[in-house]
């Protein structure tokens, strides 16, 4: 072998043996990197701080933090949570919405309830993550003109009482909402698997399925409901007088009174009686 042809092979296999040693700590940094982004992790006992707020209409929680809503005389917000995962727990009123998230990434903890007694109700919660919102109030906690529920995620709004006008729900992802509803009008939508059941009453109702979600109705008596499916949604609704029916996919309608049926089905979808 000519020298020229023994330095060209030495040459290559240094380079190849500084390549394997550069991918190798590349990669190490990588996954030293990746377990410093996994966030803060809780330490310590539950803790439960008061958290002085101004009056507010509105909440906005992140973070999967779960929250809780009672009646009360009096404003009042508390978190429970480790201490140091309270610290970074942000509770702030901005411009009368109470924003309710973490100002850091956290990682594994023993969770955040954040819990509100209201003085007067709110006609807005925007909910992201995946934990719970729950009330325990014998009156309606969210009321108004207009009232919206927005959930995100996979986690749960649980005995929702909301009383208005224009009482909308929202459902996006595989989380759930229940709860019950007195209305004028009542609009809800599901994008994605999740389920919603209420009950109560609405002169009309419009609700829609983008998806495999499911509505849990019968309970909710309205005068007329207009529905709409797209894909293999499920509902079951209550209505008197009319029913209008837009099922594009595989979706199932069941109804509960007697109302006149109005239809529109492309696929393989159905309507029938409870």
């Not at 903890?109 to 325990?136: E, Q, R």
């Not at 649980?158 to 009008?185: K, M």
Request: hydrophobic share 35%; glycine share 14%.
């Amino acid at each position: 072998m000519k020298v020229s042809s023994l330095t060209f092979y030495y040459c290559k296999l240094l380079r190849m043996k500084t390549m394997r040693k550069f991918l190798w700590l590349f990669g190490a940094v990588l996954a030293l990197s990746s377990c410093g982004s996994m966030g803060i992790d809780g330490s310590g006992p539950i803790e439960r701080r008061n958290i002085p707020v101004q009056d507010f209409t509105g909440i906005r929680v992140e973070d999967g933090i779960h929250l809780y809503l009672t009646g009360d005389q009096d404003l009042t917000v508390n978190a429970e949570g480790q201490g140091n995962i309270l610290d970074i727990t942000e509770i702030v009123n901005d411009g009368g919405l109470l924003k309710i998230r973490f100002n850091k990434r956290v990682g594994n903890h023993a969770g955040v309830t954040v819990n509100i007694g209201l003085k007067d109700p709110i006609d807005y919660i925007g909910y992201a993550g995946s934990g719970t919102v729950s009330m325990d109030a014998d009156t309606a906690l969210m009321q108004g003109n207009k009232v919206l529920l927005e959930k995100s995620g996979s986690g749960k709004a649980v005995d929702i009482r909301a009383a208005g006008t224009d009482v909308s729900f929202r459902l996006e992802g595989s989380g759930s909402i229940n709860g019950s509803v007195e209305a004028d009008q009542f609009y809800s939508k599901i994008s994605g698997s999740g389920n919603i059941q209420v009950f109560g009453t609405s002169n009309a109702q419009q609700l829609e399925i983008s998806g495999s979600g499911k509505y849990r109705c019968r309970d909710l008596k309205t005068q007329k409901s207009e529905v709409h499916i797209s894909g293999s949604g499920e509902m079951e609704v209550w209505a008197e007088e009319e029913l209008n029916v837009s099922i594009s996919g595989s979706g199932r309608v069941r109804y509960k009174g007697n109302p006149e049926i109005t239809s529109n089905i492309s696929g393989s979808g159905s309507i029938s009686s409870l």
